[in-house]
């Protein structure tokens, strides 16, 4: 993964200043998977506040530190989850950069689900509610899904920030995988609403057990 955000890195920073703005950061993101979308996040952020992010800076949140294991009390009132999503798609499902989304095993109505998002990268505590919706015609393993998370929490506070992400999944011998694009928001003023948006992929799997 160094090796691919080094080269990206250099290829986005055309005036070899060993900085890069946001313009760079979406070129690092199209087609990579060196930077999902909580990584990105925090990487606006740097941007926004010294208005570019060196090598250096982006290595250290795409390497980041392990989360907390202590999910967040929960928001919602499990009295009312009363429809069951298939084993097929709740439970955890892992990035190929380590973030998890664990999806609850029940919902408020067919087709909705929610759970919590943990980055792997970054601060003490990363995890995030989500909400989301799956096609619930045809086959039980397979059908597009959506989730957004609003970057907003007790430990971390308001980033100002939401991601929604937008794929398919499937089995593929024994594995399931989602196959999604993201799009990360974050807050601007109307003038600079044109750098406000960043687009990205990311792979989850969970294992069949």
């Known amino acids: 993964m160094a090796l691919d955000l080094r080269k990206r ?3 986005a920073d055309k005036e ?37 992010i060196s090598f250096d800076e982006l290595q250290g949140i795409c390497k980041g530190k392990p989360g907390a294991s202590a999910p967040p009390s929960p928001r919602i009132d499990v009295k009312l989850l009363t429809f069951t999503i298939p084993t097929s798609l709740s ?26 998002y943990n980055s792997k990268v970054g601060d003490a505590y990363e995890y995030y509610w989500f909400y989301g919706m799956y ?48 799009i990360l928001v974050s807050q601007t003023s109307s003038d600079d609403n044109w750098e406000s948006t960043l687009v990205g992929q990311d792979k989850f799997s969970k294992y069949i057990s």
Do not use: P
């Open 9 to 11: 890195f250099d290829e």
């Open 16 to 52: 070899k200043s060993g900085f890069i703005k946001h313009k760079g950061l979406q070129v690092i993101l199209k087609g990579s998977t060196a930077c999902d979308a909580s990584m990105a996040r925090k990487a606006v952020a740097i941007i926004v506040k010294n208005g570019k």
């Open 91 to 116: 439970g955890t499902w892992t990035n190929e950069l380590g973030s998890q989304m664990v999806i609850s095993t029940s919902s408020y109505a067919e087709g909705q689900m929610n759970g919590i």
């Open 135 to 182: 096609d619930t015609d045809g086959d039980e393993t397979a059908g597009t899904l959506g989730w957004t998370v609003q970057w907003d929490n007790t430990s971390n506070g308001n980033s100002q920030s939401n991601t929604a992400w937008s794929g398919q999944r499937y089995e593929i011998s024994g594995t399931y995988y989602i196959y999604s694009t993201w």
